[in-house]
């Protein structure tokens, strides 16, 4: 088991940027791959990004890259989403969640954040 606690969204004009965090707990959190996911109003849920903890395997939505940049901290056992260039599309709820293996599938993550918003305005 992860638990994993966020924090960082908020409201920004486009064109700014955010900073999301993820940190996480568990005997074993770091043998699990970190996803980052956002769900819009009327929308599926949808990938954004995940990485391991050492940072060797990452991937991107297209929506992401260029933009948005996973990094990490082990110390603090935190993985961060920096989110630059933001649009109004990107409005959204924004999750982490853990997966035993690295994938883009929402079913594979079995741990959860408890979301958090962020609103890009006009």
């Known amino acids: 088991q992860v638990q994993l606690v966020e924090s960082g969204g908020g409201l920004v004009q486009a064109g700014g940027s955010l900073r999301l965090s993820c940190a996480a707990s568990g005997r074993t959190f770091s043998t699990y791959t970190i996803g980052w996911f956002r769900q819009a109003p009327g929308k599926e849920r949808e990938f954004v990004a995940y990485s391991t903890w050492g940072g060797s395997i990452t991937a991107y939505a297209d929506s992401a890259k260029g933009r948005f940049t996973i990094s990490r901290d082990n110390a603090k056992n935190t993985m961060y989403l920096q989110m630059n260039n933001l649009k109004p599309e990107d409005t959204a709820v924004y999750f982490c969640?853990?997966?035993?293996?690295?994938?883009?599938?929402?079913?594979?993550?079995?741990?959860w954040g408890q979301g958090t918003q962020v609103t890009v305005s006009s």
């Open positions: 969640a853990a997966s035993p293996i690295a994938t883009r599938n929402t079913a594979t993550f079995g741990s």
